[in-house]
Every structure is written in structure tokens, then in C-alpha cells.
């Protein structure tokens, strides 16, 4: 099994920078992919990116490309999401998802296995 922790949630104002951190633990050495998720409030969960943590291949969903950044740490078993540039739409729930599949840049939900408990990030106009 493998745990996942979010942490660096808060609220923040339009146009600010958030960082957000996942630490996975327990068999991390199965885990493959990892990904970011969001689910604001009456909407589906929506993917936002993905890395592949053997050689940090990163990519995003589209409608966020270029305002978030996604990378990881090995070492510490933590994958970060930057957002820069935020706007109260990305007022959301992100989660931290992980999976040991490792056929190509898994984006759906289905497609991830563990899941971390979220945590709530709100912007401000």
C-alpha cells in the first residue's frame, strides 16, 4: 500500500503563488506515475498534472499549462505543484494521486490507485 499526504493548501489572492507538497509513503517503489487532481465545489474531480517519477516527465492538463508546475523529489518521496498566477477559479480541493501503472501519462481518475485526503485551496478576488 502506499500513503499519500498533501499539505501547502490556504487562501491565498488572485494573482499569488501557492505551492503544494505530497509525501507518499509505504511501497513507494511500486509507484510510477503521480498526478494532481482538483474538485471544486458541485463539479467532477479534474485532472491538473502528472510526473513520472523515474525521469520527471511532467505533463498538464491544457487548460493550465503554464501556470503550474509540477515536479518531484525522489529522495523525500514528495511530489510539489507549483501555481502561479492564480484566479478564484482555481478555488478547489487538490488531491495527490499515485499510481504503479506504467503505460503512458495516466490523466483520468480511474487511472490512479491511491489518493491522498486533500486540501482545500481558495482564492480570493
Known amino acids: 500500500q502506499v500513503q499519500l499526504v498533501e499539505s501547502g493548501g490556504g487562501l491565498v489572492q488572485a494573482g499569488d503563488s501557492l505551492r503544494l507538497s505530497c509525501a507518499a509513503s509505504g511501497r513507494t517503489f511500486s509507484i510510477y506515475y503521480m498526478g494532481w487532481f482538483r474538485q471544486a465545489p458541485g463539479k467532477e474531480r479534474e485532472f491538473v498534472s502528472g510526473?513520472?517519477?523515474?525521469?520527471?516527465?511532467?505533463y498538464y492538463s491544457d487548460s493550465l499549462r503554464g501556470r503550474f508546475i509540477i515536479s518531484r523529489d525522489n529522495a523525500k518521496n514528495t511530489v510539489y505543484l507549483q501555481m502561479d498566477s492564480m484566479k478564484p477559479e482555481d478555488t478547489a480541493v487538490y488531491y495527490c494521486?499515485?499510481?504503479?501503472?506504467?503505460?503512458?501519462?495516466?490523466?483520468?481518475?480511474?487511472?490512479?490507485?491511491?489518493w491522498g485526503q486533500g486540501t482545500q485551496v481558495t482564492v480570493s478576488s
Open positions: 494521486a499515485a499510481t504503479p501503472t506504467i503505460w503512458g501519462r495516466p490523466r483520468r481518475v480511474q487511472d490512479f490507485d491511491y
Open positions: 510526473i513520472r517519477r523515474s525521469d520527471g516527465y511532467a
